[in-house]
């Protein structure tokens, strides 16, 4: 399968309180296959949420280079940027980051708008997708009359609403028990294998790291060799 996202010699570092320079990743190499499922484990603080963002063009590295569907990044103004996180990017993070004032429909459609899609369309495509994850009868509801694991069926209906070519998810069954983290874990695989999608999640569940096709460890800011069901391969 085609490489879909690449990270090449991938470096961000931050200044401390101190003006000392903190290096958080160092010449970190990725290349993630279309359809393909990648899981990136490692203690908290490795920085593994600051890689996902880097890859979601939610921030810009240090150095390096990232390309997406054979765009880089640096070539890119930010407009240019914004764009391609709306139409090629999905996101799902550990909590659901839902519109309060708005209906579950309204949030999912709110990508298409944002796109430029027509009401109408919009509102087909929203309603087609989470029907497809389960929530037909709980579209006219807000976050706030959403159970916890529906509001994150809500939010994966939103991440991948755009038919987005990776998307990328932070912890996302992090705040489930276990029954709906299983329940969303299946959800997330079916929904990569059916839109052929890339998938990216940074976690530190066990039980979904050894479904990926393969899991990396980050640590002291490197991207270590494929970890085989929680081992070191």
Known sequence: MSV???????????????????????????????????TIVGESG????????????????????????????????????????NRKLGFVFQFHHLLREFTALENVMMPLMIAGVGDGEARGRA??????VGMAGRMAHRPAQLSGGEQQRCAVARAVVNDPRVLLADEPSGNLD???????????????????????????????????????????????PTVSGGVMS
Do not use: M
């Open 178 to 224: 276990e029954k709906h983290a299983g329940r969303l874990h299946d959800l997330l695989f079916e929904l990569v294998r059916d839109l052929e999608t890339a998938l990216v999640i940074v976690t530190h569940n066990r039980a979904l790291s050894e479904r990926a096709d393969r899991t990396l460890l980050l640590t002291q800011g490197r991207l270590q």
């Open 127 to 132: 309603e087609e997708v989470l029907a497809r």
């Open 4 to 38: 879909i996202l690449e990270a090449r010699g991938l470096r961000k570092s931050f200044r401390s309180g101190d003006a000392a320079e903190l290096e958080v990743l160092v010449d970190v190499d990725l290349a993630v296959h279309r359809g393909e499922v990648v």
């Open 46 to 85: 490795a920085g593994k949420s600051t890689l996902l963002h880097l890859l979601g063009a939610l921030d810009e590295p240090t150095g390096g280079e990232i390309v997406l569907d054979g765009q880089s990044y640096a070539a890119l103004s930010q407009e240019e940027r914004d764009v391609l996180r």
